[in-house]
């Protein structure tokens, strides 16, 4: 990375304030999707600490909803008011969701600022370049980043395996002891699915980045027709949830889970704290909410320096890290040494960044991810 990008970086949260009192009280809309605590985030903490640093401006965040539905909502926002021909758009800075992110730069309904971002630099992942197969390179942040891994109980399983190839033959010898939701009631599974596409299908690289191709989604039916003789000795649950109760209760050994998810059930105390993850070398998909500023923003510069101490180093590790027990949508060594060890031990203690960056995968490009759900459905589950 570049020092300028370093030095700027470091002081994002030491920047000067803008003047913006001598043009009036300035009002910053923020619309994010997912659920309330991303509300929450922005309203409580990230909001005041930016009106602490640009004095006169006030931060005003509105939940539009859960899941994709919730990014539909702002491009339904964003897209009325282009078809009104209106001069700026009432919202500054958006955070949405990848499919919802990919269609809008298609669209043209973004504005390209990361380039001239100061953090722009400390993210280096494929996911701020690509969203479900569409370039998304220049228009978008990641706010954070999810991450799918196989959860296991080490007392069961000391010795986990390291691909989807030495998984197939643990579950051969230990029916019944793994779980996952199949494609019905969470992403985990879906992940885990995606994850099985990447490792025994002949395109990896195809799957990710597009174009869409029937033929590709036909070549996979091998790969598939070995997940369903696999299935014969996995144990499906019903959820995200599900799966984590299951290991829990003993039920189960082993599943894929979110990484966020997992580490949160074992700081209410819900999950046995002796439970571990591992990330196979194959890899296993995971998913970030994007930051983003629309096409004719009111207030684009200050969405920018806004983003810019979101995704700075002191924010990340803080707002995203301790509070959510998300993984930083800026690589993860630049948030280290702004947490304690206990904290980062228990983000990265069985994953750490550099097991990230190597089996971390973005989910499939937009087509390729219905294709192959429906393609489960029809050579999986028949």
């Known amino acids: 990375m570049h020092r300028r990008h370093i030095l700027l970086a470091s002081a994002a949260l030491a920047a000067p304030a803008l003047p913006v009192l001598a043009q009036g009280r300035v009002t910053l809309n923020v619309l994010t999707a997912g659920d309330q605590n991303m ?111 196989l959860a296991f109980n080490p007392v069961r399983v000391p010795n986990p395996p390291a691909s989807f190839e030495q998984l197939e033959g643990w579950v051969r010898q230990n029916p ?94 819900r999950l046995n704290p002796n439970m571990r993850l591992v990330l196979p070398e194959t890899g296993l998909p995971g998913q970030p909410m994007y930051y983003v500023i629309p096409q004719r923003a009111a207030q684009a510069d200050l969405a920018r320096r806004f983003i810019e101490l979101a995704t700075s180093p002191q924010v990340q590790a803080e707002g995203i890290v301790r509070r959510f027990n998300w993984l930083p949508g800026i690589d993860a060594q630049h948030v280290q040494q702004h947490l304690d060890q206990q904290t980062w031990n228990r983000l990265f203690r069985d994953v750490p960044p550099e097991v990230l960056a190597r089996g971390a995968r973005p989910m499939p490009q937009a087509e390729f991810m219905r294709a192959i759900q429906e393609a489960y459905e029809r050579v999986v589950l028949n």
């Open 39 to 149: 509300v929450d985030y922005i309203t409580d903490y990230l909001g005041p600490l930016f009106t602490r640093q640009n004095p006169g401006v006030t931060v005003r965040a509105v939940g539009t909803g859960a899941g994709d539905a919730g990014s539909q909502r702002i491009w339904e926002r964003l897209e009325a008011q282009r078809r009104a021909n209106a001069a700026s758009v009432d919202v500054d800075v958006a955070v949405v969701h990848q499919f919802m992110a990919g269609r809008m730069v298609a669209e043209g309904l973004l504005a390209r600022f990361r380039d001239q971002a100061a953090t722009s630099g400390l993210v280096t992942s494929a996911v701020a370049r690509n969203a479900l197969g569409q370039n998304v390179d220049g228009f978008v942040m990641p706010m954070f980043n999810s991450q799918v891994a």
């Open 176 to 269: 019944r002891r793994f779980g996952y939701n199949g494609i019905r009631g969470g992403m985990s599974g879906v992940g885990f699915v995606f994850g099985w596409a990447y490792a025994f299908g002949p395109d990896q690289r195809r799957l990710i980045e597009g174009p869409f191709d029937a033929e590709v989604v036909q070549a996979l039916t091998p790969a598939l027709q070995r997940l369903r003789e696999f299935n014969r000795n996995v144990v499906i649950t019903p959820g995200n949830a599900g799966t984590l109760d299951a290991l829990n209760r003993g039920e189960i050994d082993m599943g894929p889970v979110w990484m966020d998810m997992f580490y949160t059930w074992q700081a209410e105390g």
